[in-house]
């Protein structure tokens, strides 16, 4: 399988996508709803590429195209900065603030200005967060409402009850509009300032302080393939957990010392 | 007698058909049961008609029969069928044995019918259709253009049978195809048959059917059929018709598919919004059950097919393939971002099998008399024929069927009957919300309707919608309304359809809101070329074609809206204003008391103004002046 990128010859295995392709070699193509652990769905564009298999020269996603055959790949023609410009822009009216943006922007010379929008809705539609939640989390954020009105929200806008809060939407939003907060024993989960969900949090039994959500790990499990559900049921935070391992060991030690040093003392 | 009704008939007396040469033999004692002479009153209950009130006139015409039943010498059948095409002149009946074709019959007239054409003969002139400019009126179907010119292959049986009975469909050959298939075609013979007549997709795409099943034969596990009836195109009700007309070629089709591509489940996906298609669809597959010819064991072979119905929900991305299969699923219906085909992996991450209403009920034809034979219609790359929903400013509403490669200029003139109040035919659109608009004076009329043809000058097939459009039809508010009906409808997961089309909707309102601006055709066509080029689906990667195809015929309609100020055609309220020429105006009045805002003052028999304050430019006045005084300005 012979892969030309930008001109040059690539190294490249079948099956690979063109992202993985192209980030093995060091070639640069923009990603917004791309990471590598989670399935690929193409929805931002930004990574569109020209390809040519045989005499067919065509547009095509590089997150998500698995390369087959010989191909050859344009990963920045004019045509294709043009349209990631425009994409840019118009993105920018959704979310004019968002640093990602920014950066891109200044790569392809596009104005974030060029199309006011009416409102911040502090979303750039990558669909990451939901995607996560539906492999790592509970299920809970989904694309939701068809067309304009698309929006990451929870079943029918409620407060999910499946959430096991794990954050994994937090660490993976690339425009920083989801966050959480620990209050009042619970843990509140807020997409763009909307609550979405409340996990109760554990309360440590040594210092009393909550340390970590209350889960149904069962689902999660079932999902990762495993039978049985392994014990997790810590009631002690893992600093009291540390100070009482160490202090387990030390009286082992001590008194392993201890009687060391009394039969020494009765020898002596 | 057999009558006909909405509930499915009596089969009690019919057993399950248990070979493929036995359905011969039915079929000749069902037409043998049938009295020949026997007077057939067909009433078309087709959703256009139904609209109009046909089912009434069906009920009528029942009772008119029964009521006059001594007075005939042989009982008259009258049947509900799907239907017959011609929509604008709901409701329809057609009389046999004389041939008779009624039009905008009401109840009440139903004794007069039954009195006068079946038992006395007569016809009656005030029914008959009357070409728009002609003097005489036609009496038989067969003389009147908008039928005459139609090759029917697909519609052979809609608008002729009922479709709720079986028994009909099968005495006029349904299930032949499959009886012949079962009876001895390997399923290598029917794909190659299929590949012989060149029949290409019928849902837009045009993509080899041949081709499809064959690549879908080829791989490993269980095959699904299915069928998409989730048409949704604006103006478009070709696949509805056939469904709700002839809904055992559709079947009888997706069971010749599912035996040559080794698949025992087919699925069709109708949109709920044709209620009578989900209930023609569902009698047919219940009866071909009750014969054997659908489900376990078909005609007593070893080859078993079971189908049902699924609705969509009423979105129009579910039309889409990868979409209509997630919807199937149980999903969101969103198109999925996979680059393999849904004839590897498909519904269920199985091989599947997708075509058309029209597309599979192309298929029972070609069977019977062979792919050669069906070459013999349309044109080299596009064989056979296409339906055509034919809307917008022409006479003859309705839908047609033509060969491919049929002129423009015959689809809008010889069967459609032309413009109608004298008006100029100004654009074609074609392929529905994805197609685009063709400019006709002139420079399109005698072009050849088939796939290649219309891609080359930037509209498509599509689905078979043709939207005629008058002088009278503003280009910029055309584009406006299809992007418009897509933003609506785009499924919203992409960043060029979802973002790039609402701008565009906010730049053509703000254009035939009177307010565009110097750039903003560039601006639509920068933003149309990246939604096309960079989209995710059919839908988004056709989505701008209504603009920029309206951009390359009409950017001077655009202009003048833009740096003119004005709206050629008169439909942009805010660019435009009415003004009666002194010099025609008769000052007969009919504008004066028409106008609902009390716009239009004068004398009697002098020139008439109009107070611009109070118009509320409603189009009334322009409509109705015989001396076409009144201007658009």
Known sequence: MKIIMDGKEVAAERGQTIVEVARRNGVYIPTLCHVPALEPAAMCRVCTVELAEGRRSRLVTACNYPLRGDAEIHTDTPMLRQNRKVLIELLASRCPNSEVLKGLAERYGADLNRFP?????????????????????????????????????????????????????????????????????????????????????????????????????????????????????????????????????????????????RDAGEEG | MATASSTAPDLAWTKKISSPQELAPYRRALIESMDPDAPRIRVCCGTGCKAVGSLEVLEAMKTAVAAAGADVHVMPEVKRTGCHGFCSRGPLLTLEPQGLFYQRVKPEDAVEIVQKTVVAGEVIQRFLYKPPGAKEAIAKVGDIPFFAKQTKLVLKRVGRIDPFDIRDAIAEGAYEGLAKVLAGMTPQQVIEEIKISRLRGRGGAGFPTGIKWESCAGQPGRHYVICNGDEGDPGAFMDASVMEGDPHAVLEGMAIAAYAMGSDRGFLYVRMEYPLAVQTLAAAIRQAEDLGLMGQNIMGTDFSFRTSISTGAGAFVCGESSALMSSLEG?????????????????????????????????????????????????????????????????????????????????????????????????????????????????????????GKLAEIGSMMGSGGMIVMDENTCMVEVSRYFINFLVEESCGQCTPCREGLTRMREILTRITGGEGREGDIELLEEIGQFTNSFSLCGLGTSAANPVLSTIRYFREEYEAHIRGKKCPAGVCKPLYYYEIDPEKCTGCGVCRKRCPAEAIEGEKKKPHTIHQELCIKCMECYRNCKFDSIRIM
């Open chain 2, 331 to 451: 999903k969101v219906g969103r198109p999925r971002a996979k680059y393999i085909r849904s004839t590897e992996k498909g519904f269920r991450d199985s091989p599947s099998n997708l075509n058309n209403v029209e597309t599979y009920a192309n298929v029972p034809g070609i069977i019977l008399r062979g792919g050669q034979w069906y070459t013999t219609y349309g044109t080299e790359r596009s064989a056979g024929t296409k339906v055509f929903s034919l809307t917008g400013n022409v006479h003859n509403v309705g839908l047609v069927e033509v060969p491919m490669g049929t002129s423009l200029r015959e689809i809008v003139f010889g069967i459609g009957g032309g413009i109608p109040n004298k008006k100029q035919l100004k654009a074609v659109q074609t392929g529905g919300p994805s197609g685009g608009c063709i400019p006709i004076p002139g420079k399109f009329i005698d072009i050849n309707v088939g796939f």
């Open chain 1, 117 to 261: 929008g009416e409102e911040d809705r502090q979303c750039i539609m990558c669909g990451l967060c939901a995607r996560v939640c539906e492999r790592v989390g509970g299920n809970v954020l989904a694309l939701c409402g068809r067309g304009v009105e698309i929006r990451v929200d929870t079943s029918f806008g409620r407060l999910s009850p499946t959430c096991i809060g794990c954050a994994s939407c937090v660490q993976i939003c690339p425009v920083n509009a989801i966050r959480i907060e620990d209050v009042d024993g619970e843990r509140r989960v807020i997409v763009r300032g909307k609550e979405a969900s409340r996990v109760p949090l554990r309360k440590c039994t040594g210092c009393g302080t909550h340390f970590g959500p209350v889960i149904d790990l069962d689902p999660v499990m079932e999902r990762a393939g495993e039978s049985r559900v392994p014990a997790f049921n810590a009631s002690v935070c893992p600093a009291c957990s540390r100070r009482h391992l160490a202090k387990r060991l030390a009286e082992r030690h001590f008194e392993q010392h201890e009687v060391e040093r």
